[in-house]
């Protein structure tokens, strides 16, 4: 029997006559962070949508703790809502833009208070009760919009895009927020991104999609290290990918000799797997910049562009200028087609 709590069986989505989602089939247990992850247009926010109540299926069925919800509304799903623009009221206290849900359910005052000032403890923003939206930094306001879909216990919160309008230090701010509430409140979160930085800090799983499909599933590690797909292993920033012919690396710009043959199709390469100053090869530096602790380079090759990361610690390599490099088997991911 199946542990799911969240359960999506032969999902179809469409807007008009474009499918968007054709029969997603996902699993997700409670307590758990799924995020779904992909570029723009890949199917992962219209499956939050769906699950949200926000879009009908086409076809399929979803399933929330034991139930039915396919043709639910919206509003009776017990589903939490976080949007990437927050929507908060603007004229009305931080306190009243929590407790406003509850107050549309005529819980007693008491009550409201009370689950409003827990609520807010919960995203640490006791002793801003007063303060309206407008003076509030964006991490403030973003945990303010999470605290209002919390106090509503809700059997999953959804989260789309959260973090998108924030810059990098709340970020990371929200992002280990949103992890310790999560584990804290042991509530199911759905959450969409195109980021997997993101994504792979915060999920206990990653759901990669394309075009409407599961491209991978699995844990962040398992993704990181594993891609399975030459769409997976880019997205996960294997960014050099060239096709194995006998012993040699074939691009569409040309080839390299590798020394051995393998039964996989394709080897990819992440940028700090490449060995840059060293190795049988010659390339031109097209590009280069500094990032702190190692250099950024792309290298023209006899394949084409080739990206490498190189220690701080190393000789510099000027635009223009030859290096040798090496794209060792070490480092390779090989992959199916």
């Not at 199911?188 to 991978?216: C, P």
Request: proline share 5%; charged share 20%; glycine share 10%.
């Amino acid at each position: 029997m199946s542990n799911a709590y969240v359960s999506l069986t032969g999902l179809t989505l469409s807007y008009g006559q474009t499918v968007a989602v054709p029969e997603l089939n996902l699993d997700i247990r409670k307590g758990e962070l799924i995020a779904l992850l992909g570029p723009s247009g890949c199917g992962k926010t219209t499956t939050m949508r769906a699950i949200a109540g926000l879009l009908a299926p086409t076809s399929g069925k979803i399933m929330i703790d034991g139930a039915d919800v396919t043709r639910t509304p919206a509003n009776k799903r017990g589903i939490g809502l976080v949007f990437q623009s927050y929507a908060l009221f603007p004229h009305l206290s931080a306190f009243e833009n929590v407790a406003f849900g509850l107050r549309l359910q005529k819980q007693p005052d008491a009550q409201v208070r009370a689950k409003t000032e827990a609520g807010m403890a919960t995203v640490g923003l006791t002793g801003f009760e007063t303060r309206k939206p407008s003076e509030m930094s964006g991490g403030q306001q973003q945990r303010l919009a999470l605290a209002r879909s919390l106090v509503m216990e809700p059997k999953v919160l959804l989260l789309d895009e959260p973090l998108s309008n924030l810059d990098a230090r709340l970020r990371l701010e929200m992002r280990n927020e949103l992890q310790r509430v999560q584990k804290d409140t042991g509530i199911t979160m759905v959450f969409v991104t195109h980021d997997q930085s993101e994504a792979l800090a915060l999920a206990d799983r990653v759901v990669l999609m394309k075009d409407g499909k599961i491209e991978q599933l699995g844990t962040p590690a398992e993704l990181y290290a594993e891609p399975s797909t030459a769409f997976a292993a880019n997205f996960m920033g294997f960014e050099n990918i060239f096709r194995l012919e006998g012993a040699d690396l074939v691009s569409d710009h040309g080839r390299l000799p590798f020394g051995t043959e393998a039964a996989v199709p394709l080897l990819a390469w992440r940028p700090g797997g490449v060995a840059v100053g060293k190795g049988p090869h010659v390339g031109r530096v097209i590009a280069s910049s500094f990032a702190g602790d190692h250099r950024e380079y792309v290298i023209d090759s006899p394949l084409g562009q080739i990206k490498a990361d190189a220690s701080i610690d190393l000789p510099e390599v000027l635009l223009g200028q030859q290096v040798a490099f090496d794209l060792p088997q070490a480092t390779a991911r090989h992959l199916a087609a």
